[in-house]
């Protein structure tokens, strides 16, 4: 992991582990022999020394020219072979140190810290206003002497070294680790919470409870489940948060880059009882938490970044075998993982606060507890400041062989300090970091008892057990957004470009518009389906059916009369454009919608298969007691209803208009007319297919409906018209009949409308 020089640790007087044992070679007196005689008999010493010459010469080339993960490699393996003190520690015999600091009877249950180098910026002085929390501002050699903020707490190098803490003597003097004082000192005072965080962010509202779950017991306490990465694929070990939060071609700082170019969403998620994300990771607006390749092949010339993740999305979980990169940003960490604060001492400056992410998110699940990320709770203002790549060069060798280490890391220590320092110890033995972390584990541990601290207890690792199988029912839907975003991956230029360009131009269409589904076919494997094709374009998919089920939030609704719930429905999206209705038997192709008016009723009055006009006389009675019932109706409607819909409808008696009401849209401005119109039929049993093109007819001249659904391909429901790959064509607005009742079906689906839309692809 490590690249950068360091010196070779002396060996240290005493070890816990056996080495193998050299033996020097002892020489007789010299003889006095000719050149021959001396050169053939120490022949096995020339070919050793040649063989070191060697070894020395092909060492310097990988140093200079070779890749670094090579020389990574060759030296981890030698590292192997030095000598490593364990730490010996009487846990018992620590004793409390007193605190001889100028607040010494201050006490506080909420804490932020932060470094500072500079004096106080703009955001370090609004974090001081945040009801309830203490600032604790911790400085460094590069802070200036008279550095002062009221309302803050400011530990200068001088108060740091009188604290009596351990950790002192191996923190740098011009590094923002020495944090790790702070945590200890917020400890000391009474600390149940603390955030983490720098001097370049704002609060958002100024309310860390907004997202965050500052409380996670008692009074305050959402007490909530969670959403839940799945964890049926044992071989991933990390996700990219962002990607859930609505920007997939960004990655945060810690990322293995193998990785980066994994955009897809996830399939599915599970869920958690909340109470034990004693580790909460927010995501920043502006300048997320990005790594320098990024920040440097992404920046567009001297504009300032200012990215925008998806303020709505549910706050999601990590299960026990994935990670995700952390920092010491914007993240709050509870009492129960405090332990988890130690910034180690050994690495580059940018590679300290994501290592300790990883080697505390291993040592979380020891507890039970794990990580959740939440939605934006930090403004982050991008300074246009060189970011320096040789400050993350211990990010970007191995991290994935760490990540891969630490899910497999197993300890039978019994107490959680003891496993803290074995595996501390054993991070030295594979080369994340050095010798002088394990001596830093010590002194933090020790410090933390010092400070009055107490371990938290161990549970079962959920790893060792057999991994449940996730049913149907358990798997939980949401689908991200797909924010507008000009920072787009490499993978992402020329034609994929293209395609993220038509996909925010069809959100910005539809994003403010509700899909109202029927499914006739079996939902228990269309629904998720449904949402998963639909919602990445509409403001949200509500599906009906004729049976309900909760588990895929599948309302009840009987397609007959389907119109007379439409009206509670639009009352649960005041502020949508609109409504699209549309049943399973009809496919939509979005992009071909974005010329319609979206101020315009849509329907199929001008597709001759789908609209008509049928005579009652000589037809079944059905037809006769439902045209008797629209009259009825439409005599006891208000004059502007009246009006349009006599202009529209022949004076012949003896005529219904029939739709197959499949789909159509109607606007924000049209909702009011069509509940009042909804109310008039009341108990009425008006049939969907000819209710619907009756209020059409009473809200507005059919002269004046968008006419975009009229190149749709329409055919009537027989077996031969059914799923024909020649029936369907992606340059009509929608094709009928399509009927999907499974995922295969589906699957099919979804490969001949990516010929319209190709990121469909990444759904199957």
């Known amino acids: 992991m490590l690249v950068q020089d360091r010196s070779t640790p002396k060996s240290p007087k005493s070890h816990v582990r056996a080495l193998h ?32 010459i060697a070894t020395v010469a092909a060492i310097f080339f990988l140093r200079n020219v070779s890749d670094t993960a090579v020389l990574v490699s060759y030296e981890t393996k030698a590292k192997i072979l030095e000598k490593i003190e364990f730490p010996q520690i009487n846990w018992n015999s620590v004793k409390l140190v007193s605190d001889k600091s100028p607040y010494s009877v201050f006490r506080s ?23 309830g929390w203490q600032v604790l501002a911790i400085g460094n050699s590069k802070t200036p002497s008279d550095w002062s903020l009221k309302g803050a707490i400011f530990l200068s190098l001088e108060l740091q070294a009188n604290l009596g803490f351990r950790v ?52 305050g306490a959402r007490q909530e489940i969670i959403l839940q990465y799945g964890h049926e694929n044992p071989n991933r070990t990390i996700v990219n948060p962002y990607i859930h939060f609505g920007q997939r071609s960004v990655w945060p700082r810690g990322l293995p880059l193998e990785n980066v170019g994994d955009i897809g969403r996830e399939e599915f998620y599970t869920e958690v009882f909340g109470g034990k994300q004693f580790i909460q990771q927010g995501i920043s607006n502006g300048l997320p938490d990005v790594d320098s390749v990024f920040y440097f092949t992404r920046k567009p010339g001297l504009e300032a970044f200012d990215i925008r993740f998806d303020e709505h999305a549910p ?20 009492s129960s993982a405090f332990w988890g604060l130690m910034l180690p001492v050994s690495v580059s400056t940018m590679a300290s606060d994501v290592l300790r992410g990883y080697w505390a998110q291993r040592l979380l699940w020891e507890l039970g507890g794990y990580v959740v990320v939440y939605p934006p709770t930090v403004h982050r203002y991008d300074r246009i400041e060189s970011y320096p790549f040789a400050e993350e060069k211990d990010l970007h060798v191995n991290v994935g062989r760490l990540l891969k280490f630490l899910v497999s890391w197993r300890s039978s220590k019994h107490r959680l300090f003891e496993k803290i320092l074995e595996l501390s110890y054993v991070m030295v033995e594979e080369g994340f970091w050095t010798e002088k972390d394990v001596k830093f584990t010590s002194a933090w541990l020790q410090d933390l008892l010092a400070v009055g601290y107490q371990q938290p207890r ?27 975003s000009v920072h787009l991956g490499v993978e992402e230029i020329g034609t994929v470009n293209n395609e993220i360009g038509n996909l925010i131009r069809w959100r910005k269409s539809f994003g403010n518009v509700v899909l109202i589904m029927y499914c006739s076919g079996p939902v228990e494997h269309t629904a998720l389906e449904w949402r998963l094709l639909y919602g990445r374009i509409f403001r949200t998919v509500v ?10 939030v599948v309302e009840e609704g009987h397609l007959d009369f389907i119109y007379k719930q439409l009206p509670n429905i639009f009352s649960r999206f005041t502020s949508a454009e609109g409504f699209v209705f549309l049943q399973d038997n009809t496919i939509l192709n979005y992009w071909n919608l974005l010329q319609a008016d979206m101020s315009k009723l849509w329907i199929t009055n001008k597709v001759s298969k789908s609209w008509s006009t049928v005579s009652t006389s000589g037809n079944s009675d059905w037809f006769s007691k439902q045209a008797d019932m629209v009259k009825k109706v439409v005599s006891m409607m ?31 401005r049209f909702i009011t007319d069509f509940t009042d119109l909804v109310n008039l039929v009341d108990n009425l049993e008006i049939h969907h297919k000819v209710a619907i093109p009756m209020f059409f007819l009473s809200m507005d001249s059919p002269q004046n409906y968008d006419p975009v659904l009229r190149r749709m391909i329409y055919e009537e429901n027989h077996p031969s018209s059914t799923n024909s790959t020649t029936s369907y064509s992606d340059k009509v607005p929608a094709v009928h009949p399509w009927n999907v009742s499974s995922e295969q079906e589906f699957i099919k689906l979804i ?11 990444e759904l199957v």
Request: charged share 25%; glycine share 4%.
């Open 21 to 52: 044992s050299l033996h020097p070679h002892r020489f007789s007196e010299p003889k006095n022999l000719d050149f021959s005689t001396w050169f053939s008999e120490n022949l096995y010493k020339i070919v050793t020394i040649s063989l070191l």
């Open 109 to 131: 249950e909420r804490w932020i810290i932060v470094s500072v180098s500079n004096y106080p910026t703009e955001s370090l002085q609004k974090l001081v206003k945040i009801k």
């Open 168 to 219: 002192v003597d191996h923190l740098p003097y011009d590094s923002f680790v020495r944090k790790n004082v702070g945590y200890l000192f917020a400890i000391q005072h009474g600390a149940q919470k603390i955030f983490d965080v720098d001097d370049r962010g704002d609060v958002i509202d100024n309310d860390l409870g907004k997202h965050f779950d500052v409380e996670l017991i008692g009074e």
């Open 315 to 334: 706050k999601v979980a990590l299960p026990q075998g994935t990670m995700v990169p952390l920092n010491s940003f914007n993240t709050l960490f509870h």
């Open 458 to 484: 161990l549970m079962s690792l959920e790893l060792d057990r057999p991994r449940a199988s996730i049913g149907h029912g358990d798997r939980k839907e949401f689908i991200p957004q797909k924010l507008p």
């Open 543 to 552: 599906i009906l059916s004729e049976q309900k089920n909760a588990d895929l």
């Open 638 to 668: 208000p004059v502007h209803f009246q009006v349009s819909y006599k202009e529209t409808i022949s004076s012949d008696q003896q005529l219904l208009t029939v739709c197959s009401s499949d789909v159509f849209y109607i606007p924000r």
């Open 751 to 761: 490969r001949i409308m990516a010929a319209g839309d190709p990121l469909l692809l």
